[in-house]
């Protein structure tokens, strides 16, 4: 394929009007003839009705958008990426460092996991043979990195913040899709990263425990002077059910960690018998008084490594 260059300026924005080649830089103009002598092999994209190389243009586009990743600008790095893809769409290394950028500017309000994968599967793709086991292992790899950080950012919003069902139901719906876009592109890189799933079943169970006895329990057992009003007690029995539906998709995401889940299942009940034993009542002088004898915290409660 051909390009032409402009001899005065080194443009390669050359278009043909009325005839004759046109520089849209300088405004050097070259006759069909002086054409044809410029041409030189490269990539090339279509300007106006002329083909003009833009090899060297995909190269400095490349470097800007590894020199922006390296400096934590992911946005600027994908708007070069985009660059890229629009003179070049099977360009392998633009794809891969899109799935990248792309995926590590996810918000919990805005998540890009899917856009992410699909990017990761578009440089395996448009991977020559030689680099394309290469490029699934690395897809692989960022992806894995990718989802536990995700998952982890909603775990740490349910801990430092008021725990709600809502921010219970973000975390298993995070893990919902991580799960499937993780087995969605694992499958077509032939490669699942050692201990993904049991790392982020941990992060999801060590969150429910740690949320429950270090703020859940300390709440109820502090309110009102040490004898907590049934007020806390309900609040104590709702927020406990969030924890424990988020043990139980701990359980569920990694179904094949049998030892991990058997600890799980032991954070669970011990759980569920603190929040039982809380709720004895009795009533004196028109008062009621939760029973003391269920304050003594839970000590079998287990976290993961």
């Not at 003839?33 to 410029?38: P, V």
């Not at 990195?145 to 950012?153: A, E, G, P, R």
């Not at 941990?202 to 907590?228: K, L, Q, R």
Request: charged share 25%; proline share 2%.
């Amino acid at each position: 394929m051909k390009q032409l260059t402009c001899e005065m300026c080194g443009s390669t924005d050359i278009v043909k009007q009325e005839g004759i080649f046109v520089c849209q830089i300088c405004g050097t103009k070259y006759s069909v003839e002086e054409a044809k002598k410029m041409m030189v092999e490269g990539i090339v994209e279509v300007t106006g009705t002329v083909k003009v190389d833009s090899t060297e243009k995909i190269k400095n586009y490349f470097e800007m958008a590894e020199s922006a990743y390296k400096a934590d600008n992911k946005s600027e790095a994908e708007a070069y990426c985009n660059r890229i893809i629009e003179i070049d769409p099977q360009n392998y290394k633009a794809w891969f460092i899109k799935g990248k950028v792309a995926g590590w500017q996810s918000s919990i309000a805005n998540q890009r996991i899917n856009e992410s994968v699909q990017c990761f599967s578009k440089a395996i793709d448009y991977a020559p043979t030689d680099k394309k086991e290469d490029i699934k292992s690395e897809a692989a790899k960022e992806a894995s990195n990718l989802f536990i950080s995700l998952v982890l950012t909603s775990c740490e919003n349910f801990s430092k913040m008021m725990q709600t069902e809502d921010l219970a139901n973000s975390i298993i719906e995070c893990a919902t899709k991580v799960k499937e876009y993780a087995l969605q592109l694992f499958n077509k890189c032939g490669v699942t990263p050692d201990k993904y799933e049991q790392e982020i079943a941990t992060c999801i169970n060590n969150t429910a425990v740690n949320t429950f006895s270090d703020v859940i329990m300390p709440e109820y057992e502090n309110d009102n002077g040490g004898h907590p009003s049934e007020y806390a007690l309900n609040d104590l029995i709702e927020k406990a059910g969030y924890c424990s539906s988020l043990i139980k998709a701990a359980i569920d995401f990694s179904d094949n960690d049998d030892l991990g889940n058997s600890d799980r299942y032991k954070n669970l009940i011990e759980i569920n018998n603190y929040c039982i034993n809380s709720c004895s009542w009795t009533k004196e002088f028109g008062y009621e008084n939760a029973a003391q004898g269920a304050l003594g915290g839970i000590a079998l409660l287990t976290v993961g490594i």
